[in-house]
């Protein structure tokens, strides 16, 4: 192949991996392009608007405990020491939030859910998990859906304590799912059978809450 040939093959390569990237082909989140990374009905905001029940509790880390019972082999209660002992992750995801805002490139730090996973051992029957936050919310989520690779307890933003108005000291990050199954001020997570709606979910939002399906009320 003479070296014309060569160069050409490669340019022609070159080019159709420059026009996938464009696109965004054979790719999902971050490397996508902003039009593919933002759900249908969605629009980018660069702020981060707070939604709660209008109460945000006031708990320090010296109060912070979470519990993780139900359906599990190794019930626990971490205090904030036995938190912070655990592993720790960073993670970089996207914020769908129902009400139609969507923020790209949210860095977390915090334990990971497989890590929970594998400390405290849910049961066989174990197929859902209730969150309860110290402002009496409640979200339900899939077993499966916790399991995924990007969901964390997190207690850091871009580097810093996520404050009191965004769930601090720890909140729950599901980054592939509405923002309201995103627990803030989480303090127990209940492993069960059968499903059960959360606060959101029993006031007509819908039981999975995907976005990229627009899965927002039921
Ligand atoms: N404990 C608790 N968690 C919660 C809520 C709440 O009211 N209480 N609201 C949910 C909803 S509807 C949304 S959109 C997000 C908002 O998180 P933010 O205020 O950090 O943007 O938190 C979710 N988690
Ligand atoms: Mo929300």
Redesign the pocket.
């Known amino acids: 192949m003479s070296e014309d040939q060569s160069g050409e093959i490669r340019r022609k390569l070159v080019e159709s991996k420059e026009n996938w990237a464009r696109e965004g082909r054979l790719l999902t989140g971050t490397n996508a392009p902003p039009e593919q990374r933002l759900p249908p009905g969605q629009r980018l905001v660069t702020n ?6 209008g109460v945000q509790p006031d708990i320090s880390t010296d109060k912070w405990h979470l519990r993780v019972d139900g359906l599990v082999e190794n019930p626990v209660v971490w205090k904030w020491a036995d938190f912070m002992a655990q592993p720790q992750v960073e993670d970089v995801s996207d914020i769908h ?3 139609a805002w969507s923020r790209f490139d949210n860095r977390w730090e915090g334990v990971s859910a497989r890590h929970l996973l594998s400390v405290v051992k849910p049961k066989p029957e174990a197929k859902h998990i209730i969150f309860h ?1 110290f ?1 009496g ?1 409640t979200t339900n989520l899939p077993l499966e859906a916790f399991a995924d690779a990007d969901v964390l307890l997190a207690h850091s933003w871009e580097g810093k304590p996520i404050t009191k ?3 601090g000291p720890v909140r729950v990050i599901v980054p592939k799912l509405y ?2 199954k ?4 989480v303090n127990r997570m209940e492993f069960i059978a059968a499903d059960r709606p959360g606060f ?1 979910e029993e006031r007509g939002y819908h039981n999975e809450g995907d976005p990229w399906t627009e899965q927002r009320y039921s």
């Open positions: 981060w608007p707070v939604l709660d029940l939030c129902v009400t936050s402002d919310y108005e965004h769930g923002f309201w995103s627990a803030k001020w959101w």
